[in-house]
């Protein structure tokens, strides 16, 4: 569920109407929805409330300051990547203490950063990386907090691009090596071992993979209890699917999953911590856009848009579908057809829907991308020198603009000239 609905006629985020937003911001532009956010947000927190838990917001889906602060201030931790997400989690108000870092190459410069601003524990995904964190927290005088991350050889059934959780992706360590894994971390006195981490990939539409991979973590708990080692924390990842097709699609809600969760780890007596990003912020955000022109073809017919993959670049590198909807509500009984939606950019790739069944549009209606709040504003470029577009927020009747657009002087003054040209 979301907060984009028709009222009168005419979409709108909570009480704005997007209309007014375009009209005031311009086009394209993303606009995300605070309702929404909270909202799912809430629905994991309370999912998980017979279990001592955090949420950890999965910040790469959406890492604009503004998003990070609602969540923030509603009690979500954060899921960081990088160091550059660490710093935005910190400038949002973040304290280190609610960060987990996560990812396969992490660099020293980065330890030196969490281990000095405050971390709640490093996923810990390789050897090497053990190896430094362990050398980086004593020259600091500090100790790591850490899990490892266990790849558990489970099929996510997802897209091969946002797959993790089988023994050829580069994620974590075989789960059928942890034992040694864990015992050489146990000599490392720059380490504490708090837990287990596993994430076995996104927007899986079934709960049974995450069930597989939580039972292997559960055995696991127990063996590495058994040899001796004080497991009190278990980081599940993220994941769970979004129905961006909501004709067909109905994938688990957290509900669902929470109770899932509280089924199959709930007897261990840890601490769970969960890392959602596309469902917090997928279905809070739209990408509104405006037809440029309706382009009549060789036998089919182009909706070409301002917005491209520079914009929103999932359904060329994912083949991802977006449901695609008008701001202006079609009169009932209106006769749908046919028509490649695309960008402006020079490459075939440059298209978001092929044959969509569509209500005839033309040159200035707008239209929305629904589920565009996730792995979409954070994933854009400027590439065909296409400034990076805005962001806004809604709360209830009032927007802002979270970032704005930049001119094209700031886009073009970034580039420096060599003195001999
Ligand atoms: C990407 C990622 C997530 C979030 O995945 P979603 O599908 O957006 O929920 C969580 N944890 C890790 C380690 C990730 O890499």
Known sequence: MDHFLYKDGVLHAEDVSLAEIAAAVGTPVYVYSTATLLRHFHLFDDALAGMDHLVCYAMKANSNQAVLRTLAQAGAGMDVVSGGEYRRAKAAGVSGDKIVFSGVGKTREEIELALTGGIRQFN?????????????????????????????????????????????????????????????????????????????????????????????????????RADGHNIRRLDLGGGLGIPYERSNTAPPLPTDYGAMVQRTLGHLDCEVE????????????????????????????????????????????????????????PAPGAEPRPVDIVGPVCESGDTFAKQRMMPTLGSGDLVAFRSAGAYGAVMSSEYN?????????????????????????????RDTIPEWL
Do not use: C
């Not at 894994?181 to 720059?190: C, E, N, S």
């Not at 017919?301 to 520079?310: E, H, K, Q, R, T």
């Not at 020198?385 to 003054?413: H, T």
């Open 274 to 329: 969960i890392e959602p990003g596309r469902l917090i912020a997928g279905n809070a955000g739209v990408l509104v856009s405006e037809v440029i022109y309706l382009k009549s073809g060789e036998g089919r017919d182009f909706l070409i848009l301002d917005a491209a993959m520079n914009d929103l670049i999932r359904p060329a590198m994912y083949d991802a579908w977006h449901d695609i909807v008008p701001l202006n509500e």
């Open 124 to 224: 810990v995904e390789s050897e090497p990386e053990m190896l430094l964190l362990d050398q980086v927290a004593r020259e600091l005088g500090k100790v790591a907090p850490i899990t490892i991350r266990v790849n558990p050889d489970v099929d996510a059934k997802t897209h091969a691009k946002i797959a993790t959780g089988k023994s050829e992706n580069k994620f974590g360590i075989p789960i059928a090596r942890a034992r040694e894994v864990y015992a050489m971390a146990a000599k490392l006195p720059g380490l504490e071992i708090i837990g287990i981490d596993v994430h076995i990939g996104s927007q899986l539409t079934d709960l049974a993979p995450f069930e597989q991979a939580y039972g292997k973590v559960a055995e696991l708990t127990e063996v590495l």
């Open 385 to 413: 020198s296409r400034p990076l577009i805005p962001e806004v927020l809604v709360n209830g009747d009032q927007f802002a603009v979270i970032r704005p657009r930049p001119s094209f002087d700031e886009m073009i003054n």
